[in-house]
T-cell receptor, first 115, second 115 residues
Framework: AQKVTQAQTEISVVEKEDVTLDCVYETRDTTYYLFWYKQPPSGELVFLIRRNSFDEQNEISGRYSWNFQKSTSSFNFTITASQVVDSAVYFCALIGGGGYQKVTFGIGTKLQVIP | ETGVTQSPTHLIKTRGQQVTLRCSSQSGHNTVSWYQQALGQGPQFIFQYYREEENGRGNFPPRFSGLQFPNYSSELNVNALELDDSALYLC??????????????FGEGSRLTVL
């Protein structure tokens, strides 16, 4: 069975602060993919990043960065210098083996950036 | 914008009724997945359709059924609606030819309220 745990259900930060969203996953598959999605109030899930299980390099994209640590089964997401537009619910997700693209999502972390 | 469109965006039904939700996948995508997202929860996988056949199913009863058409659009049907079926229903499309990398593109969802 696969499981994604996002222990932080809600986070509030003041604009320009850095914030890290935690994600811990469980899977028995040796090959898997990890994702982060952003869900604004409109409801659409916006793809942010995909990382496969063989690539543990950290990644930076503008103000966003991701820290993948296989040893601790974690895939944390950091927003640097947060902005009000970053306010949304963020989901960590996992696709393992199985022959089809079933995505297992965490419960989500609601981020509120206060001006 | 992902190119995945869903209809209707909002609807209200009563217990025991039946509902059909529709999804037009992104051009070139041959796989459609459906997810149920209850309030405050992460999306839960319902099923996936590939080349007009169901290709994987989550933990949902048979009253949740679907179709995929030759143009790869899809329908989700829910019979004998229950109050707990109230949720945001998300459609995601992807291209199987790219392998199981999980590059899913989500629509904005159909918000169903069951009274």
């Amino acid at each position: 069975a696969q499981k994604v745990t996002q222990a932080q259900t809600e986070i509030s930060v003041v604009e320009k602060e850095d914030v890290t969203l935690d994600c811990v996953y469980e899977t028995r598959d040796t090959t898997y993919y990890l994702f982060w999605y952003k869900q604004p109030p409109s409801g659409e899930l916006v793809f942010l990043i995909r990382r496969n299980s063989f690539d543990e390099q950290n990644e930076i994209s503008g103000r966003y960065s991701w820290n993948f640590q296989k040893s601790t089964s974690s895939f944390n997401f950091t927003i640097t210098a947060s902005q009000v537009v970053d306010s949304a619910v963020y989901f960590c997700a996992l696709i393992g083996g199985g022959g089809y693209q079933k995505v297992t999502f965490g419960i989500g972390t609601k981020l509120q950036v206060i001006p | 914008e992902t190119g995945v469109t869903q209809s209707p965006t909002h609807l209200i039904k009563t217990r025991g009724q039946q509902v059909t939700l529709r999804c037009s996948s992104q051009s070139g995508h041959n796989t459609v997945s459906w997810y149920q997202q209850a309030l405050g929860q992460g999306p839960q996988f319902i099923f996936q359709y590939y080349r007009e056949e169901e290709n994987g199913r989550g933990n949902f009863p048979p009253r949740f059924s679907g179709l995929q058409f030759p143009n790869y659009s899809s329908e989700l049907n829910v019979n004998a609606l229950e109050l707990d079926d109230s949720a945001l229903y998300l459609c995601a499309s992807s291209s199987r030819t790219r392998g199981d990398t999980g590059e899913l593109f989500f629509g904005e969802g159909s918000r169903l309220t069951v009274l």
